[in-house]
């Protein structure tokens, strides 16, 4: 199951040139993460439990510019899980006219807070990732 998150790009996410800023790539690959993920974790609950969600690395391609008013559909889906990291794949892509702007891939650990030290992603903490998408392993 891929989620979309629709954003429109707006004069300050621009830079010089008048398209959006590489900085700002990240943040709406965030933006569009957290909403993926939000309905899916209880992020009381993990508090509790002193779990939290950690990147652990980053790869981007960026492909085109977007400039000012370009509306963006970020897809999110769970590409792979492993022990103790998932990979989520984003793409950007330019609603228009249907191009990839960018894609990524986020590899993310779950730590437990108190130690800083990833935890296993089994039982529960699986099925949170899992459950984001029926084909991942």
Not at 4 to 26: E, M, P
Not at 79 to 105: F, L
């Amino acid at each position: 199951m891929t989620h979309v998150r629709t954003i429109r790009i707006r004069g300050y996410h621009c830079d010089f040139y008048g398209h959006l800023n590489h900085a700002r790539y990240l943040e709406l690959l965030e933006e569009a993460r957290w909403s993926y993920l939000e309905g899916r974790l209880d992020l009381a609950d993990w508090a509790g439990r002193n779990l939290g969600i950690v990147v652990a690395s980053l790869t981007i391609n960026y492909r085109r510019p977007a400039p000012v008013d370009t509306v963006l559909d970020i897809h999110s889906k769970m590409k792979e899980i492993k022990a103790r990291t998932g990979i989520i794949h984003q793409e950007m892509v330019n609603r228009a006219t249907g191009k990839i702007i960018a894609d990524a891939d986020v590899t993310f650990a779950v730590i437990d807070t108190a130690t800083g030290r990833s935890v296993p992603l089994e039982g529960d903490l699986r099925e949170v990732f899992a459950g984001a998408d029926e084909g991942a392993p």
